[in-house]
């Protein structure tokens, strides 16, 4: 069992930055590939990123490809999301998750979800 909880969130003008956090409970954190979803408002969650076990492999959604960064510290058990030049589109809620597959794009590929925090970007 893995208890997730997303933190950073916020209101960004168009162009700046945020940092979003995953924290995991539990001793297996590095056993579990993580990802990044998001869901807007009327629309349905979709992929943000994913990276593999160890961190040496990340895998990105074609809109946030080269703004966004995913990283994990497992020594932390935690999870980050860097967004960079911020647009708009980008306002969400954003979902950590964790699962056994490696790179899944699909929600149903992760077991455990984390409550969301949302970030607001204004143009």
């Known amino acids: 069992q893995v208890q997730l909880v997303e933190s950073g969130g916020g209101l960004v003008q168009a162009g700046g930055s945020l940092r979003l956090s995953c924290a995991a409970s539990?001793?297996?954190?590095?056993?579990?590939?993580m990802a990044w979803f998001r869901q807007a408002p009327g629309k349905e969650r979709e992929f943000v990123a994913a990276i593999g076990r160890s961190g040496s492999s990340t895998y990105y959604a074609d809109s946030v490809k080269g703004r966004f960064t995913i990283s994990r510290d497992n020594a932390k058990n935690t999870v980050y999301l860097q967004m960079n030049s911020l647009k708009p589109e980008d306002t969400a809620g954003y979902y950590c998750?964790?699962?056994?597959?490696?790179?899944?794009?699909?929600?149903?590929?992760?077991?455990?979800w984390g409550q969301g925090t949302q970030v607001t970007v204004s143009s």
């Open positions: 539990g001793r297996t954190f590095s056993s579990y590939a």
């Open positions: 998750a964790a699962g056994n597959l490696f790179l899944e794009t699909a929600e149903l590929g992760y077991s455990y």
